[in-house]
C-alpha cells in the first residue's frame, strides 16, 4: 500500500460546481498535512494548512480525519482558475515528507 | 520577496559529466530538501536537511550527494549524470516546525543524453 494515496482524475466538472478530493494515509503517527496546488510543469504551492478541527480559507475548506486516515478538500464554485494538479503531503516523524501523486482538476466554461 | 532560487532551470548534460545544481533561500529556514517529480510518480525525495552541517538520505539518494555548509544553500550534486536522472527537480525548504509547509524554488529541467 503507497503511503499517500489519492485518484489521479482527472476530475472535469463546469465552471460553478463543487468538486471534492480526498487521500489517504497509512502511517497513523503522521503529525501535519498540508493541500498544494501544482499548475503544469510549475513549483507546487501551498494552498492551505489541514487541521483536525477543519479549515476553510475563502471557497476552499480542508478536513482531517484521523480515524479513517485520510484528508479532504471540498473546492466550490469552481473557476477556470481552479484548474490544476492537487497534491496532498504528510509530514510524519522525523521530518519525513511524503507526496501524493497529486489529482488532476479541469474546470470547464 | 522570500523565495527559493534554483540554477540553472534547463540543463542538458552527457551521461558521466558531473554538474551541480544550485539552492538558496532567503527566509532564514532551517530545513531544506531536494525532490525529484517523474510522471506517475509524483514528488519523491532525493535529501534533506535540517540545518548547517546536517543531511540525511531521502526515498531515492542513489546517484546524487548535497552539502549544507551555509543556512541559505544546499546545492545538489550529480557526480557521474545517467539517463534515469533525467526529471524535473525542485528544491524546497521550511522553518523547522512542521506546520509551515514548503516553499518551493522554480524547478530544474534536466535531460541526461
Known amino acids: 500500500r503507497k503511503e499517500v494515496e489519492q485518484d489521479p482524475g482527472p476530475f472535469n466538472v463546469p465552471e460553478g460546481a463543487t468538486v471534492a478530493f480526498n487521500c489517504t494515509y497509512s502511517?497513523?503517527?503522521?503529525?501535519?498535512f498540508f493541500w498544494y496546488r501544482q499548475d503544469c510543469r510549475k513549483e507546487p504551492k501551498l494552498l492551505m494548512s489541514v487541521y483536525s478541527s477543519g479549515n476553510e480559507d475563502g471557497r476552499f475548506t480542508a478536513q482531517l480525519n484521523r480515524a479513517s486516515q485520510y484528508i479532504s478538500l471540498l473546492i466550490r464554485d469552481s473557476k477556470l482558475s481552479d484548474s490544476a494538479t492537487y497534491l496532498c503531503?504528510?509530514?510524519?516523524?522525523?521530518?519525513?515528507?511524503?507526496f501524493g501523486t497529486g489529482t488532476k482538476l479541469q474546470v470547464i466554461p | 520577496e522570500a523565495q527559493v532560487t534554483q540554477n540553472p532551470r534547463y540543463l542538458i548534460t552527457v551521461t558521466g559529466k558531473k554538474l551541480t545544481v544550485t539552492c538558496s533561500q532567503n527566509m532564514n529556514h532551517e530545513y531544506m530538501s531536494w525532490y525529484r517529480q517523474d510522471p506517475g510518480l509524483g514528488l519523491r525525495q532525493i535529501y534533506y536537511s535540517m540545518n548547517v552541517e546536517v543531511t540525511d538520505k531521502g526515498d531515492v539518494p542513489e546517484g546524487y550527494k548535497v552539502s549544507r555548509k551555509e543556512k541559505r544553500n544546499f546545492p545538489l550534486i550529480l557526480e557521474s549524470p545517467s539517463p534515469n536522472q533525467t526529471s524535473l527537480y525542485f528544491c524546497a525548504s521550511s522553518l523547522q516546525r512542521q506546520n509551515y509547509g514548503y516553499t518551493f524554488g522554480s524547478g530544474t529541467r534536466l535531460t541526461v543524453v
Open positions: 503531503v504528510v509530514w510524519s516523524a522525523g521530518q519525513k515528507v511524503t
Open positions: 502511517n497513523s503517527a503522521s503529525q501535519s
